[in-house]
């Protein structure tokens, strides 16, 4: 195993860690470190969806035991975003148009969430239908074109509406990110091929990742969960301004 293979094991580790602490997979954080360790483009994409899966199970089974997931939540947001996560996909706009506005709304999401991480409590505020189809419908299309990862903008999107708590946003999440992230892998079926040997190196850093950052995630309590995501949001919104 050369360096490179070794750190990028280490840095994939961490990050399943981080982000399934808040029902995330990481594919965001998967695809800054690719690129800055100078993976080649046409593997980084499916990597990272490969990882994203392997973590989102992990994290979904792990807040779905906990009790931290809705299916009257999920269905209608996950039913609209499949179909308009595969159709953002074949499209691809101006990267110098499109980063610096995500990065400053992700920004801009993250500071809400830490300065109201205390007032975030159980919630009973039924999501509505309309709501939950075409927030979905959005979510799922900005993922098909950025190749963030879904869960990045619907956690904040609960919370700030007042849809979930952060637990019950990170199980709902986690399996919204599971979902669009095979229905991607799924799209790219004929770019499988070109996943990098060092796979079986990578893919149990991110599963032993994903058990630490679930677990934890999944008995914690809120203002933790909410600290985290805070901070997901930071590193995610830096990495779009600045790489355009």
């Not at 293979?5 to 399934?20: C, D, W």
């Amino acid at each position: 195993m050369n360096a490179t293979i070794l750190i990028l094991a280490v840095l994939i580790f961490a990050a399943a860690v981080l982000y399934s602490s808040v029902g995330h997979a990481g594919s965001s954080g998967y695809l800054t470190i690719m690129a800055l360790m100078g993976i080649a483009p046409e593997v980084m994409k499916p990597t990272a969806l490969t990882l994203n899966i392997l973590v989102a199970v992990i994290a979904t089974v792990k807040f779905y035991r906990a009790g931290y997931f809705s299916w009257s939540l999920f269905l209608p947001l996950a039913i609209a975003s499949i179909p308009c996560s595969f159709i953002g996909g074949y499209l691809t706009l101006p990267t110098a148009f499109y980063n610096p506005i995500t990065g400053s709304a992700l920004l801009v999401a993250a500071y809400k969430l830490f300065r109201t991480h205390h007032t975030i409590a159980v919630t009973h505020q039924a999501i509505p239908l309309f709501a939950a189809l075409s927030s979905g419908a959005a979510i799922g299309f900005l993922s098909g074109v950025t190749g963030i990862g879904g869960g990045i903008f619907l956690s904040p999107l609960l919370l700030l509406m007042g849809w979930a708590n952060p637990q019950q946003s990170a199980g709902v999440s986690a399996a919204f990110i599971l979902v669009n992230s095979t229905a991607g892998l799924l799209g790219h079926l004929s770019h499988v091929a070109l996943l990098p040997k060092a796979i079986v190196f990578w893919a149990p850093s991110a599963i032993l990742g994903g058990l630490i950052g679930a677990e934890y995630g999944s008995k914690h309590k809120n203002a933790n969960l909410q600290r985290l995501l805070s901070i997901l949001l930071v590193v995610a919104g830096l990495k779009l301004l600045f790489s355009w």
